[in-house]
Each structure stands twice: as C-alpha cells, then as structure tokens.
C-alpha cells in the first residue's frame, strides 16, 4: 500500500528533492497535496506531473492562474493561508512533509498533529519557537515526528534499537559554511553574494545565511533538545567540514554511534517518508578515496556570535528561542536587502532577546505575540543601525 503525502513548500528545495525521492518510489508514496506560497509556475507544473488530489497556493492573487491551468486535469484548487492549514487534515494523507520557511511552519504542523498524522519535519523552526508545546501534542495524539534535517536524521538513526539506554551527548556536526575560514574583519564586509553559495533566489536562501551566520546550526540545537528530550548541556556543536558524519551520539558508556553517507538531502528525506521501513534506493553511494581524510574542528563564537547566542536562548528557554527566530526572520531579511551588515545581525539579536519580557510557560497565543513583538523590536534597531 503506498503511504499519501502531503508536502507543504513543495517549490522549495527541500519540496523539491522530496518530488524527486517520490518520483523514484512511486510504489511506495504517493502525492495527495502540493502547496506552494508564491512560485505558481512551478506548482503547476509539478501538479500535472504527480496529480495530486488537491493542491494550495498560498499567494491568493495566483488562484485565478493556477485554476486555468489545471482546469482540465482532476486535481483542486484552493488558495490562501488557512487552504493550507486545512488540508493537511484530509483524509488519504498519511504523512505531512513540512517544508516551509520560517515561523509560517508553526501552524499546519500543529493542525497535522492533531488530526492524527505523522510529520516529517523539514521546517526547523517549528520545533524552536514551540518545541515544549508539540512535543507534549505528538505524545499525546501517539503520531511519529520524523526529522528530516540532515544531523536530526542522524542522531534518530543512531538512537533506534536504543530505547531505554542513557545518552550522554549529542554531537551535532557542522560544515562551517562558506565563512568557516573569514577572519572578523572580513566578516564585517562580507555581502550575501558571498553567504549565498548558490544563485537560487528562492526558499534555500534564508537556510544559506543562517549556515554562513551559524544561526543555523544553533536552531538545530535547539530543535534538538526537544526532538531528543537532552538537556541543553548534552548538546555540543563539532565543526567537520567534510559533511560525511551526519551527527553523533555518545552513550552512558562511553561508545559513540554516528551516521554517514554522501552530503544528499534525498537521504533523509528518503528515510522519513519511509520510516520504519529503509526503503531500497539507487542514489549515489559513498566512495572513500573520494574523502580520504574526515577532519574535525571547534567552533569559534567570538567569530559566530548566533551560536553563543542560540545557546543562551537555549538554556533560558521559554518564549526566548521564539524571539531569537523572530529577531533572526527579521535581520536576515534585512541582510538580503543590504539594510544590515553581517556582524550587525548578532548584535540586534542579541538585544531583542535581552529586551523581550520573559515567559517561561508560554502558549500559542504568548508565542505570536513574542513573535510579533520581536519582529517589532528587530526592525526598529534595523532602523536605527540604517540612520
Ligand atoms: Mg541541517
């Protein structure tokens, strides 16, 4: 029986490279929704390859294009944000990949869960403003939550079969991205040509300035704690360029497990879409005379402030992670439009979540206003640094 997917963000990159995994394994999943925020063309496009039940886009002035184009294939139209909420509730949806961008993850993951369906997590986010909160949800509704994040897939990998054993730390690995060798001085004038190691100006370029940042890195920290239930000191963070061990978990006893295989997003994609089950695939396999040397590096964060700062966030807990997101969301933007240089994006970060009023419980609602509040407070110091 093949497994109904929903994939939200599916123009993406991380949408994408799913359409290619389904495409590969077509007795296995099928496509039951597509949604898209913005590039029409391309949902289109992809509707008529994999004709999916229903598809969303997000941008509500592209309905119109969108239902012409379809108009002779059997697949429906809806359009907006809520559309997008909704139909991750249907009924032959099995799995919802969540591959959106940003804080908009929050919502539909949210409404996955508790219609009862099991989500592969592309969206990191989601688990960084309310990791507490869904953790509690996935529990409670008995749904599986798969990560698909490289290091996350990793560090999952490692703990099955594990169940009941101790883990003392968890190493999540780096690339260092493409400033791994800048000095500050440089940092200060690097622009987001330089961060953005790809032409593509579509959802992979908010992840390409929080990798050359570090930001990333520190998200996934955070999203680790709660996909693992560790406290923020069994976290550490390794630097290991060649991105051939995903992660690494250590054991109560001493023993490190960790997961490789070649740098292909379609690996753990693969994996959570199938999971339990491996599922037999033809990607590329590992060579090592192409990686005769694995080497291994410590973090500078005088160099990448974010992932001091993540860590902070990260032990504070709370609403904190949610405002560094959002101060993040914000600086990042910011950077795209040269409205803010690179080494200032710490700098406004840092005093948003100094600045935010502390909630250590908070619910969906204390989440939107610290997200709000913290955009706010993030774009005013952009104003300031500009004048
Ligand atoms: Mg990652």
Redesign the pocket.
């Known amino acids: 029986m093949q497994k109904g997917i929903a994939i939200l963000g599916s123009t993406g990159s991380i949408g994408t490279q799913a359409l290619q995994v389904i495409a590969a394994h077509h007795e296995e999943f099928s496509v039951e929704v597509l949604t898209a925020n913005n590039n029409a063309d391309l949902l289109i496009k992809q509707s008529i390859e994999f004709q999916p039940d229903v598809v969303v886009i997000g941008n509500e002035s592209k309905y119109k294009y969108v239902t012409e184009a379809l108009k002779n294939y059997p697949v429906k139209v809806f359009a907006g944000g809520d559309a997008i909420n909704q139909v991750v509730e249907m009924e032959p949806v099995d799995m919802v990949l969540t591959a959106m961008v940003g804080y908009s993850g929050l919502k539909p993951t949210i409404r996955a869960i508790n219609a009862g369906k099991d989500v592969a997590l592309a969206n990191k986010e989601t688990l960084v403003v309310a990791g507490e909160l869904i953790i509690k949800m996935v529990q409670e509704k008995k749904v599986q939550i798969l990560p698909v ?3 996350h897939s990793a560090i999952f990998q490692c703990l099955v079969g594990e169940a009941g054993n101790k883990i003392e730390k968890i190493y999540l690995t780096a690339s260092g991205g493409p400033f791994r060798n800048y000095s500050i001085e440089e940092l200060k004038n690097a622009g987001f040509r330089d961060a953005l190691n790809h032409p593509n100006w579509d959802m992979g370029e908010k992840i390409s300035i929080d990798s050359a940042s570090m930001m ?1 890195k520190g998200l ?1 920290a955070i999203e680790a704690r709660w996909l693992f239930g560790v406290d923020p000191g069994q976290i550490e963070i390794v630097i290991h360029p060649q991105s051939v061990i995903h992660s690494l978990v250590q054991f109560c006893d001493g023993s490190l497990k960790a997961q490789m295989g070649v740098p292909d997003m379609k690996l753990p994609i693969l994996y959570a879409l199938g999971y339990p089950k491996r599922v037999e695939s033809d990607f590329p396999r590992f060579s090592f005379t192409d990686y005769p040397n694995l080497t291994f590096e410590q973090v500078d964060t005088k160099k990448f402030r974010n992932l001091a700062l993540s860590f902070e966030a990260l032990h504070r807990g709370g609403n904190i992670p949610c405002a560094l997101n959002a101060a993040n969301e914000a600086v990042v933007q910011a950077f795209l439009y040269k409205k803010v240089k690179f080494m200032e994006m710490p700098d406004i970060i840092e005093k948003v979540i100094n600045t935010i009023s502390f909630i250590e419980k908070p619910g969906i609602e204390d989440l939107e206003q610290t997200n709000y509040e913290s955009h706010r407070l993030a774009e005013s110091h952009i104003h300031l640094n500009r004048n």
Do not use: K, L, R, T
């Open positions: 994040d490289s290091e990333n996934e």
